[in-house]
Structure formats: C-alpha cells, structure tokens
C-alpha cells in the first residue's frame, strides 16, 4: 500500500491524499456495491473519496482525511482475511476511530493508526466487535481474569462473554469460566430474558458453540 500525500492550494487547512491497495479485486471489496462504502465515508468524515480500480484519491479537510485514511487502511485487512466488508462495518471502525480521537481513556482502546477491530473466534463463526465499548470489553476479557461489564440490556454484554468462553473452550486455552449476571435487589427474573440463568446463558451460547 502507497500513499501520496499534497497540500490544495487554495486552502492550507484542506489536502489530498492518494491511496494505492495491492489487490484491484481486494480494493473492489472494500469499496463496496456501487461505491456505497466510499460513499458512507464521504458522508461521515465530510471528504471525498474517489476510487479508480487499486487506487482511492481523498480530498478534505486534512484531519478529516486522515480519518478517512485509517478508516480504508483499517478495513482492507478483512477482504486481505477472506472477511467481506458490509456498511455496518464501516459504521464501526468509523465510530471507532472518532472515539479514539476524541477520548483515550481506555488501556485496551488500540492507538492511533490503524485500527483492528477486537475478534472473537468459534467453531461456528468469528465474532467482530462493532462498537469502542465492545473492543474495549472483548479486549479486557482477553487480557485480564475478572472483566465487569456494565450497561443496558442488548448491548452485548452477556452474549460476548459467553463467546469469549466457547472461544477459550475450543482452543484448550481456558481454567473454568462462569459468566454470570448479577442478582437483582427485586423478585423481577434478572436479565433480558424471562427464567432462569441457566435458560438464559443457554440461548445466548448456541449460536456461539
């Protein structure tokens, strides 16, 4: 991957960046049908990005550019992986990068540069984390022994603990792990779905093992 980087010059504060993928079929991926990832990122960072078979020019604001830079050079790695690269994955590496510039108070937030979205790998499917706060979390599970996930119900809490195990269980890389939920001070059934932990924990893990 080249780039090739030139001030405008009709404003100091705008640029133009030249990006060059090695894969043509590879980059096609990452553009998306009919350009619609390029376009999301035009809409979002507030740039132009004109793809031209291997070759992506981007022009805007030069913090804007960079970010578009980053986003690009983010998402390749997943057509480089066999991945293919949808609108909601543009959505989060986008939203992951103006987390980062905007606040790194995190220890497992991933520096500036190129961002690589947390994995979780089972048998059945790999797992890609779509917000900061599901990076930060899958990458605390990874790294440390107690992880406390807090926040509301459906924002994956349960369900990403319950993979990060089965991944653990497949790979032989594992001391016994309990997720669990805590006890509620009410008689209400704890946690987004009606009866017992044990019912719970069994429909999150199925798709995952």
Same mark, same amino acid.
């Given at each position: 991957?080249?780039?090739?980087?030139?001030?405008?010059?009709?404003?100091?504060?705008?640029?133009?960046?030249?990006?060059?993928?090695?894969?043509?079929?590879?980059?096609?991926?990452?553009?998306?049908?009919?350009?619609?990832?390029?376009?999301?990122?035009?809409? *979002?960072?507030?740039?132009? $990005? =004109?793809?031209?078979?291997?070759? #992506?020019?981007?022009?805007? !604001?030069?913090?804007?550019?960079? @970010?578009?830079?980053?986003?690009?050079?983010?998402?390749?790695?997943?057509?480089?992986?066999?991945?293919?690269?949808?609108?909601?994955?543009?959505?989060?590496?986008?939203?992951?990068?103006?987390?980062?510039?905007?606040?790194?108070?995190?220890?497992?937030?991933?520096?500036?540069?190129?961002? *690589?979205?947390?994995?979780? $790998? =089972?048998?059945?499917?790999?797992? #890609?984390?779509?917000?900061? !706060?599901?990076?930060?979390?899958? @990458?605390?599970?990874?790294?440390?022994?107690?992880?406390?996930?807090?926040?509301?119900?459906?924002?994956?809490?349960?369900?990403?603990?319950?993979?990060?195990?089965?991944?653990?269980?497949?790979?032989?890389?594992?001391?016994?792990?309990?997720?669990?939920?805590?006890?509620?001070?009410?008689? *209400?059934?704890?946690?987004?779905?009606?009866?017992?932990?044990?019912?719970?924990?069994?429909?999150?893990?199925?798709?995952?093992?």
């Amino acid at each position: 991957m080249s780039r090739h980087l030139s001030p405008t010059a009709d404003n100091a504060l705008a640029s133009q960046l030249e990006l060059a993928f090695e894969d043509n079929r590879l980059a096609a991926q990452l553009y998306g049908d009919f350009d619609q990832n390029s376009a999301l990122i035009e809409q *979002r960072l507030k740039v132009s $990005a =004109t793809p031209r078979g291997n070759h #992506v020019l981007l022009k805007g !604001a030069a913090s804007s550019v960079d @970010r578009a830079r980053r986003v690009l050079e983010s998402l390749y790695a997943s057509p480089e992986e066999g991945r293919s690269v949808d609108i909601a994955d543009v959505d989060a590496v986008i939203r992951m990068i103006e987390t980062e510039d905007s606040q790194l108070t995190l220890p497992t937030l991933e520096r500036k540069g190129k961002v *690589r979205m947390a994995q979780i $790998a =089972t048998r059945k499917s790999t797992i #890609v984390a779509r917000t900061p !706060a599901q990076d930060a979390y899958m @990458r605390a599970m990874d790294r440390s022994e107690l992880v406390f996930g807090v926040g509301p119900a459906g924002t994956g809490k349960t369900y990403l603990a319950v993979a990060h195990a089965a991944s653990l269980l497949g790979t032989r890389r594992y001391q016994p792990h309990h997720p669990v939920a805590p006890g509620c001070g009410s008689r *209400r059934a704890a946690g987004l779905f009606a009866g017992r932990y044990e019912g719970k924990g069994r429909s999150l893990s199925a798709p995952a093992l």
